[in-house]
């Protein structure tokens, strides 16, 4: 299962509804049978990335976006967090 975009606004950051979010979307993934979720996040995104790793998640690659993202030196990160024995 990929998940895909998932914000808080800024008014109601810090009352740990990422990490609730990011519990659900796990649980979910787990009830049906998926074997795992993965996702994507630039490297600027430092509480994501904080936040991933504390629900499990693990880094599994890096990316450049884009050419001018090579030039750049901006990459995305890739995370997976496994969830057993899924079906899917």
Do not use: W
Not at 39 to 61: D, H, I, N, P
Not at 82 to 87: E, R
């Amino acid at each position: 299962l990929e998940l895909k975009r998932m914000s808080v606004s800024r008014e109601h950051r810090g009352r740990g509804l990422a990490r609730a979010l990011c519990r659900e979307v796990l649980g979910f993934a787990r009830a049906r049978g998926y074997g795992a979720v993965v996702l994507s996040t630039s490297m600027v995104q430092v509480a994501a990335q904080r936040l991933y790793e504390g629900q499990g998640f693990r880094k599994v690659g890096a990316s450049y976006p884009s050419l001018l993202g090579t030039l750049l030196n901006f990459q995305i990160f890739h995370y997976r967090c496994d969830l057993g024995d899924g079906a899917k």
